[in-house]
T-cell receptor, first 113, second 111 residues
Framework: GENVEQHPSTLSVQEGDSAVIKCTYS??????FPWYKQELGKRPQLIID?????GEKKDQRIAVTLNKTAKHFSLHITETQPEDSAVYFC????????????FGRGTSLIVHP | NAGVTQTPKFQVLKTGQSMTLQCAQDMNHNSMYWYRQDPGMGLRLIYY???????DKGEVPNGYNVSRLNKREFSLRLESAAPSQTSVYFC??????????FGPGTRLTVL
């Protein structure tokens, strides 16, 4: 089955810095890669996703890049703000098939004012 | 739309007691999931239901049972609770394996 590794487990940055979280996956058939943000005490919610037919996607201060050859994808947050502090999860799945999503273990991002 | 709802929000059980966690979604999704979340372990899949009438084991199914009551509802049952089942439980739904929508979670403590 699919295996997703996520690094780092904890990331501490100063407000205004950039943050990068990386994930690798094992199954080359995976074609859908979402990122979820979970604030303290809340439910995970989708913030951005990318499908295998594109290499990069941006939404304001967040972007995701995908390298299918190397089987890794990354979340980039620019100009971080204290409200970006949360746990971020990556996931991989085969969209439209029988593969269930596999999640990374999460990255706790702390943005210091 | 309420999205995904879960009951109860909090529960304290004694070892050996049983309980059922309820989940419902109003997005007409075919797939529903139950996860547990423990510190440092991410989201681990307990059971899932790819469509009404089917259920399958996930990564950590031992000690749990599920019922897909209809397309909207997917319940998780602990027959004899153990302290190792102390966790936060999330229900989620999706269309096939697309974006997952999570419920608010149930915080369960087993004494």
């Amino acid at each position: 089955g699919e295996n997703v590794e996520q690094h780092p487990s904890t990331l501490s940055v100063q407000e205004g810095d950039s943050a990068v979280i990386k994930c690798t996956y094992s199954d080359s058939a995976s074609n859908y890669f979402p990122w979820y943000k979970q604030e303290l005490g809340k439910r995970p919610q989708l913030i951005i996703d990318i499908r295998s037919n594109v290499g990069e996607k941006k939404d304001q201060r967040i972007a995701v890049t995908l390298n299918k050859t190397a089987k890794h994808f990354s979340l980039h947050i620019t100009e971080t703000q204290p409200e970006d502090s949360a746990v971020y999860f990556c996931a991989a799945s085969y969209q439209g098939g029988s593969y269930i999503p596999t999640f990374g273990r999460g990255t706790s991002l702390i943005v210091h004012p | 739309n309420a999205g995904v709802t879960q009951t109860p929000k909090f529960q304290v059980l004694k070892t050996g007691q049983s309980m059922t966690l309820q989940c419902a979604q109003d997005m007409n999704h075919n797939s529903m999931y139950w996860y547990r979340q423990d510190p440092g372990m991410g989201l681990r899949l307990i059971y899932y239901s790819a469509s009404e009438g089917t259920t399958d084991k996930g990564e950590v199914p031992n000690g749990y049972n599920v019922s897909r009551l209809n397309k909207r509802e997917f319940s998780l049952r602990l027959e004899s609770a153990a302290p190792s089942q102390t966790s936060v439980y999330f229900c989620a739904s999706s269309e096939l394996t697309d974006t997952q929508y999570f419920g608010p979670g149930t915080r369960l403590t087993v004494l």
